[in-house]
């Protein structure tokens, strides 16, 4: 029985690692993306059926795909404890929720609409970026907390002197905050600036300033940690791959090791066999 279980798992795992039905699944994730912008348009009850059809065709592939990762899993009991298995099957099992005339129709496709994140467990690249901004994230925590207090000192400023020019963008410090993202994001910003230079002249002070330490300065430091994040998340990634390769090349030499000695123990036991008979 063991033996049976042991030869099912290791088709499981072979299947399962085919780059063919890595392809496979891939293909199925982007359609179930495909099926659900097709749902925002207005079809005809005939497009809707066919669609609801795939849709559901799609999920059961996607039970049959997490069903096959787990039974090839060689650890059964450590297979949730993997965030991107718990991920998928999550999702897998969110997705069984009826869409169609039900309560739960509208939590059912939005839970169809993170399928399309099980694309990021198939494909190492994604994974590695993804890693990378998580482990980004600590050090663009204290980022963001310094981009706080100059907005909030900026805010507070324009609040103050701007308010009477126009209270609709400078009315509190909440607003005006909301104003300086705009002001960040280059979004008609020169429109602000030139009303409030007409009655503070200097006032492109204010902004220039502003643009330098925030969407210059602060965007620069956000690109060198994540850059620098990626390069360190690469540099993992590729130590651990060369240690499997020194492991799979140990394993290697030991089996070379063992042939040798069988072959010549064979030698010496034919020699032995010459040497006895008369």
């Not at 590695?128 to 600590?138: E, Q, V």
């Not at 651990?240 to 010549?264: G, N, T």
Request: negative net charge; hydrophobic residues 55%.
């Amino acid at each position: 029985m063991d033996m049976q279980a042991q030869t099912l798992q290791s088709k499981f795992t072979a299947l399962h690692s085919h780059k063919s039905f890595e392809l496979f699944v891939i293909s199925v994730i982007i359609i179930s993306a495909l099926l659900v912008g097709a749902k925002t348009y207005n079809i005809s009850p005939l497009a809707q059926q066919i669609i609801t059809l795939l849709d559901w065709t799609i999920t059961f592939i996607f039970l049959a795909e997490i069903s096959i990762r787990f039974i090839g899993h060689e650890q059964k009991s450590r297979f949730f404890f993997n965030a991107w298995n718990l991920f998928d099957t999550l999702i897998v099992i969110a997705s069984l929720i009826p869409i169609e005339d039900s309560e739960m129709a509208l939590l059912g496709r939005v839970i169809r609409i993170f399928r399309v994140l099980r694309m990021i467990s198939f494909v190492p690249e994604l994974r590695l970026l993804l890693n990378a901004l998580f482990s980004a994230l600590p050090q663009l925590g204290y980022v963001v907390a310094l981009m706080f207090i100059i907005f909030y000192i900026y805010g507070a400023i324009g609040s103050f002197l701007f308010e009477n020019i126009n209270p609709v963008l400078w009315g509190d410090i909440s607003i005006s905050m909301l104003t300086l993202f705009r002001v960040m994001t280059f979004e008609d910003w020169t429109d602000v600036m030139y009303e409030t230079m007409e009655v503070y002249p200097l006032s492109w002070i204010f902004y220039l300033s502003f643009i330098f330490l925030t969407a210059f300065a602060f965007l620069n430091i956000v690109i060198g940690i994540v850059v620098n994040v990626l390069e360190k998340e690469n540099e993992r990634v590729k130590q651990e791959q060369c240690k499997e390769e020194v492991s799979l090349e140990a394993l290697q030499q030991q089996l070379a090791e063992v042939k040798a000695l069988l072959v010549s123990q064979q030698a010496e036991s034919q020699a032995n066999n010459q040497k006895s008979k008369p």
